[in-house]
């Protein structure tokens, strides 16, 4: 039997997905969080075998909770299930200790194999971003060549996607639980490494990313 907790912001997605894995004869669901905080409780408490993760929290990022995890309770293994696209976040979440990553939209068959790899301690992605990783691990493209958004920090790209969804700076702050100053010193980094000349510009960049990415 594997101990499964549930993190994810929307009490629906928990109370389906907790039906989903109980569902399973050697799956029981043992609890579910909806922030960041509430989960480091839960997971210490519980000491599951698995979490299963959203990247979009509650006062915090899933990326964050994944590092942090890393340190507290490092015997869990983290399956990502979100709705963000797999081949911006994938690697970010498999270098943040993640032992898999599924979109939220795929087949209930395949979220429950994708469950059933990280219980087994394996590594679970899509077909295609497994060839995606492939391709990045045996590659020798420079930067020049990548994706602006690839060369983004996981709290850069955050805010940028703050940024995308309308917040202003001090919200940002908030959220982050940092201070303006400190926000103020990520639109800089994010303005010389997407090159664009001023706030306006940054603000219309994020805008129609965070646009791709509901399009997709």
């Known amino acids: 039997m594997k101990n499964i907790v549930i993190v994810d912001d929307h009490p629906i997605v928990r109370e389906g997905f907790q039906k989903l894995i109980n569902s399973e004869a050697d799956f029981n669901v043992v609890g579910t969080a909806e922030t960041a905080a509430e ?3 839960l997971i210490t408490e519980k000491n599951p075998d698995i979490a299963m993760v959203d990247l979009s929290l509650k006062e915090s990022s899933g990326i964050e909770l994944i590092k942090d995890l890393q340190v507290q309770c490092p015997n ?9 696209d797999e081949e911006i976040y ?3 979440v498999l270098r943040a200790g993640a032992r898999g990553f599924i979109m939220k939209a795929e087949a209930v068959d395949d979220i429950i194999t994708a469950v059933r790899k990280v219980a087994a301690g394996e590594i679970y992605l899509s077909q295609k971003m497994q060839s995606k990783m492939l391709e990045i691990m045996t590659s020798s493209r420079k930067n020049k060549n990548l994706n602006p958004i690839d060369i983004l920090s996981d709290r850069e790209l955050e805010v940028f996607q703050m940024i995308g969804n309308g917040m202003k700076t001090k919200n940002i702050a908030d959220q982050l639980s940092l201070s303006v ?4 010193t990520y639109k800089s980094h994010l303005k010389i490494k997407l090159q664009l000349k001023d ?3 940054l603000i219309q960049r994020a805008v129609e990313w965070e646009m791709q990415q509901n399009a997709r």
């Open 199 to 201: 706030g306006v510009e």
């Open 181 to 184: 100053k400190t926000i103020e």
């Open 76 to 84: 869990v293994r983290i399956l990502v299930v979100s709705l963000h």
């Open 90 to 92: 994938a690697e970010r």
């Open 39 to 41: 989960a480091v409780a």
